[in-house]
């Protein structure tokens, strides 16, 4: 059974459009959706959603008790553009022995807390959870595809997938904070297995959304399949094939 995973948090508000506009202005989300009354702002693979509420009040009167810890890149731009947006600053920006700490308030008195961890801090975290000479490596994957733009195009708007560029290549960031590199090969032969799984909680309503999106799903002679391409097994995965553009193999799986 999969352990339960943290993917976000509810900030509630009495003036959520100037909370979620704060958010949005000074930490720069990859994403920002609107989602019925809710604003979700996805930060790597963790969503801060802001909602109203009536029960409480105006400010937060213990904001030490939670404080929205951001990793960021360039700490002191990051602290440049909450300054700009009117930021008021607990700790401002300071190193400690190479990483650089500071703690804001956002408009509704909760503490933000920006982190730029040095690469020797960076490093010394990653090896305290394992040993070994790539203990450290923050890995990735990689897939081959013989027309960038079209995987572009089939990846981040046939699934909806949040994609960037890098030249002639382009990221893949997967939910989880998981990033996958797709690069050019002309000859690219695609593998006889599948190289990439999304996990689903509802299969059937997956199947049925990616079909509406002119997702066709694989047929294969050494599985029992539905008409609609998945195949389910007692103590296994339900699961069903796709492939992109290049033919790389894709799945949508939900575990018994």
């Not at 995973?5 to 202005?25: C, F, H, I, N, Q």
């Not at 607990?90 to 956002?106: I, P, Y």
């Not at 994957?141 to 002639?168: H, I, K, M, N, W």
Request: net charge negative; glycine share 8%.
């Amino acid at each position: 059974m999969r352990k339960p995973v943290l993917d976000g948090m509810l900030l509630a508000s009495t003036d959520p459009k100037r909370l979620g506009e704060w958010y949005a202005a000074a930490l720069e989300p990859q994403e920002d959706v609107q989602i019925e009354v809710y604003r979700a702002l996805r930060f790597g693979g963790f969503d801060v959603v802001i909602d109203q509420r009536g029960d409480i009040g105006d400010r937060n009167p213990e904001p030490g008790r939670t404080i929205l810890n951001f990793a960021v890149e360039d700490a002191r731009a990051a602290a440049a553009r909450l300054t700009a947006a009117g930021t008021t600053w607990v700790t401002e920006l300071e190193d400690r022995d190479g990483s650089l700490f500071a703690t804001a308030t956002d408009p509704d008195g909760n503490y933000v807390q920006l982190i730029q961890l040095s690469p020797e801090h960076r490093a010394e975290m990653i090896r305290a959870q394992g040993s070994g000479p790539l203990a450290s490596s923050e890995a990735f994957g990689s897939l081959a595809v013989a027309d960038v733009a079209a995987a572009r195009r089939f990846y981040g708007e046939t699934l909806g997938l949040q994609v960037s560029d890098e030249g002639e290549l382009v990221w893949l960031h997967l939910p989880g904070g998981r990033d996958v590199l797709i690069y050019p090969k002309p000859d690219h032969q695609p593998a006889p297995f599948t190289i990439l799984n999304f996990p689903v909680d509802d299969i059937d309503r997956a199947v049925e959304q990616l079909a509406e999106r002119g997702i066709r799903f694989e047929s294969y002679a050494a599985f029992e399949q539905d008409d609609r391409g998945i195949h389910r097994s007692e103590g296994g995965p339900s699961i069903a094939w796709f492939t992109d553009p290049a033919g790389n193999v894709l799945s949508v799986l939900r575990s018994s």
